[in-house]
């Protein structure tokens, strides 16, 4: 029996109130990929940037190679050989690949050798089969390749134990699979690996071992071969049991619930990203109000730009867009944020939060000037709080105290945050970019039935995802976009899995 790496031993750690470590015990062995599971704010990342030197623990002792471990600093668990890709990215996006990777990494001559640190890239990318290309701009980069060059940066530190924090929750399922595969190599390799997902068949399928976190403790831990989603469900949200069969039915059932006018059309769109190039080309689609319509396709492929142009945060370049029979397609957000047009943004740190602010002050963000939070210019602060107070107990919110910046709340806390407030008053419509990504099953679970309630209020919703089970669960149809174009739309009940599959790789089907 080979002896672990790595042990973790009585970690505690409470933030005020909030116990987030509570005797946890982890023990990691050499060759081994290690998931850490557990629902939204179970205490996941804080147990790994204690081990990072981010968080000092109150008590409990690190081993690493069979001696006591000071870690203090994240410098510190670097020159131990513990390194972290944290779940958004630390690149420099303005560097190429190689100047990240050799960014902090030592090595003084850093302008000085391109030559010598692309090929050092170039080596260690191919033993790993890491596609990066080290001449290549961060910024232009795709989310999977950042991933690649936040590994390869990793790698060659020197890192003998990997973390990572939710790496599949932004790649798509090719991505993920090639990740996994990546990280076996290394795995076997002798190094070890800990991955924080809350995908449980990924877990299943490509760890060795699964610990579960729940409220701050250990709650299970078992080898992969061993576990079910029963037994992962069951350590995971406790005896709170979730039927899927259920949830698909009604999602079928109340088709009468869908208006027969549509509430928004799109004409002929067309748009460009951020870096001026064409992101979407000639989108004509209908939305009727009761209506949950998926959006499916690859990430990247135009979902945003889709999602923002009905937000009215990026303007069309072509075509038009209409909203209960109003030409809306140069209406700005603010407006259509007044007609009703709710948005979930794909980036909610960026987009949603400002992290520095508590939750009151979150939730009025949008909507200061409205009469319910303000009257002859003063902010009515005890309504601001009580809708907080009834956010957290509708969703579930876990945090440690409302007037705390939100910074300090775990990033599913966050994500459920701001999706109450978007979703709250009757919007007429919802745009919902990839909504519940990031979030434990019951979570995810009450995130949809909520917008399953508001579809049945009569709301149309839009649902990015690209998680094709998600879509068939849970939609009525499917709209399917390939580099920009729309590849056609479906009943759900009228396609399959392949079909969907082959319109997101560029096959075209007629519209429904
Ligand atoms: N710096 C901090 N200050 C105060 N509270 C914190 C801080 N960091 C984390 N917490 C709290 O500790 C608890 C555990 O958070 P943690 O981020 O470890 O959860 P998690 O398991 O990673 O969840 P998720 O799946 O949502 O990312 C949460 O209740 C969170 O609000
Ligand atoms: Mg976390």
């Not at 989603?229 to 949830?247: F, M, P, W, Y």
Request: with cysteine.
């Amino acid at each position: 029996m080979k002896e672990p790496v790595l042990q973790m031993k009585h970690i505690f750690k409470t933030f005020g109130l909030i116990k987030a470590n509570q005797d946890v015990s982890l023990s990691v062995y050499p060759g081994e990929i290690h998931a850490l599971l557990g629902e939204n704010g179970a205490g996941k990342s804080t147990l790994m940037n204690i081990l990072m030197g981010i968080y000092r623990p109150d008590s409990g002792e690190i081993w690493y190679k069979g001696k006591p471990a000071d870690i203090h600093t994240p410098k510190d668990a670097v020159e131990l050989g513990i390194g972290m890709v944290h779940q958004h990215f630390r690149l420099i996006p303005t560097l190429t690949v190689a100047e990240n990777v050799f960014l902090n990494s030592g090595k003084k001559t850093f302008f000085l050798h391109h030559d010598e640190m692309q090929k050092e890239i170039r080596e260690c990318s191919e033993q790993y089969n890491l596609q990066v290309t080290p001449e290549a701009l961060v910024w232009q980069l795709s989310v999977g390749e950042q991933q690649r060059v936040e590994i390869v940066k990793l790698l060659h530190q020197g890192t003998e134990i990997l973390i990572l924090d939710e790496p599949s929750a932004v790649l798509t399922p090719q991505e993920a699979q090639n990740m996994f595969d990546t990280l076996r190599k290394m795995a076997d390799n002798g190094k070890a690996v800990i991955v924080i997902s809350h995908k449980m068949n990924e877990v299943m399928h490509n760890a060795d071992r699964i610990t579960v976190l729940k409220g701050g403790m250990v709650e299970d831990t078992m080898l992969a071969s061993e576990a079910t989603i029963e037994r992962l469900t069951k350590a995971v949200v406790g005896d709170r049991t979730l039927s899927e069969q259920q949830k698909d039915d009604s999602a079928k059932e109340g088709r009468e619930r869908i208006g027969t006018e549509p509430l928004y059309i799109m004409k002929q769109v067309s748009a460009k990203n951020d870096r001026g190039l064409p992101a979407l080309k000639q989108i004509s689609l209908e939305i009727y109000p009761g209506e949950i319509f998926g959006i499916a396709g690859v990430a990247g492929n135009g979902q945003r730009e889709l999602s923002e142009v009905m937000a009215g945060l990026r303007p069309v370049t072509d075509g038009s867009c209409f909203l209960d029979g109003n030409d809306v397609t140069k209406a700005s957000a603010k407006q259509l944020i007044k007609e009703g047009v709710a948005f979930v943004p794909e980036d909610r740190r960026q987009m949603g939060l400002v992290l520095d602010l508590p939750m009151p002050l979150n939730i009025i963000l949008k909507s200061y000037h409205s009469e319910r939070y303000s009257r002859h210019g003063i902010l009515r602060t005890p309504v601001m709080w009580a809708d907080a107070a009834n956010y957290v107990d509708k969703y579930d919110i876990k945090h440690g105290g409302l007037e705390l910046p939100v910074a300090l709340m775990s990033g599913g806390n966050q994500q459920k945050l701001l999706f109450a407030r978007e979703v709250s008053g009757k919007p007429r419509m919802i745009v919902a970019t990839y909504p519940v990504r990031g979030l434990d099953i019951g979570a995810a679970e009450s995130i949809r039935s909520i917008l399953r309630e508001q579809s049945e209020a009569g709301a149309a919703v839009v649902f990015i995802s690209e998680e094709l089970e998600d879509i068939f669960g849970f939609c009525d149809r499917v709209g399917v976009l390939c580099d920009g174009e729309l590849m056609g739309i479906r009943r759900v009940e009228e396609t399959d899995f392949q079909e969907i599959g082959r319109m997101m790789s560029g096959e075209r089907g007629d519209a429904v």
